[in-house]
């Protein structure tokens, strides 16, 4: 059974940044598609990005975070990161990173495709 944990949530500043992990244990990582999603209070949970499977060759993003936020994986390590610059208030969430191994597409937004998830990491973004 894979097993998915995230950490390097945190309180930061406007304009500040955080970097997100998301560690896999008990498969390999390499065979997941691997995206984050976040949900705010009284929010439905929302697509963020998302990296292919194997070397991570695509990418895709949500309009909200493209150009601030960066989706990399180091299939060495078993994990898979999410780098968040220019944060805002509007970027205060529970992040979540979900997985679909042997994905039969490259990138997905939807988040009903995905069979695993972590249990989250909180964001705070506040003056």
């Known amino acids: 059974q894979s097993h998915f944990v995230e950490s390097g949530g945190g309180l930061v500043q406007p304009g500040g940044s955080l970097r997100l992990s998301c560690a896999a244990s008990g498969g390999t990582l390499s065979r997941y598609a691997m995206s984050w999603f976040r949900q705010a209070p009284g929010k439905e949970r929302e697509f963020v990005a998302v990296i292919s499977w194997l070397s991570g060759q695509s990418t895709d993003y949500a309009e909200p975070v493209k150009g601030r936020f960066t989706i990399s994986r180091d299939n060495a390590r078993n994990s898979v990161y999410l780098q968040m610059n220019s944060l805002k208030p509007e970027d205060t969430a529970v992040y979540y990173c979900?997985?679909?191994?042997?994905?039969?597409?490259?990138?997905?937004?939807?988040?009903?495709?995905?069979?695993?998830w972590g249990q989250g990491t909180q964001v705070s973004v506040s003056s």
């Open positions: 979900a997985a679909k191994p042997a994905a039969g597409w490259l990138v997905s937004r939807d988040r009903s495709r995905y069979d695993y």
